[in-house]
């Protein structure tokens, strides 16, 4: 799986039936581009398409449990990464990144 791959089945979960050319427009990519890896993510089983009944031209798309699993297995791998990482600092170093962590989680909920 690429990051890009991980970055879209994100976007999924977080907003069930969106739609390729929404994904399109929020990665700026085209819609050309877009559809081939919503079609390598539907054909790996990680997405579905449903249609819309009121745009029979609209497909929007839903992760499945694969997916999630998927993703699961991606923070996991990270989480694995970071924390042997953490572990080889010393005591000082660790104690430095405890002390910034409310700044940087205020650094997340800033307005763009």
């Not at 907003?15 to 399109?24: D, F, I, K």
């Amino acid at each position: 799986m690429s990051a890009l791959d991980a970055l879209l089945l994100g976007h999924v979960r977080k907003r069930p039936g969106v739609t390729a050319s929404e994904l399109a427009d929020i990665e700026r990519m085209t819609r050309p581009s877009m559809s081939s890896h919503i079609k390598r993510l539907e054909a790996a089983g990680w997405i579905t398409r449903s249609g819309d009944r009121a745009d029979g031209r609209r497909a929007d798309l839903q992760i499945t449990p694969a997916g999630e699993a998927q993703l699961a297995a991606i923070r996991q791998s990270r989480n694995d990464w970071l924390a042997a990482r953490l572990a080889r600092l010393d005591p000082d170093a660790r104690a430095a990144l405890a002390a910034a962590h409310e700044p940087l989680l205020q650094l997340l909920s800033l307005e763009p």
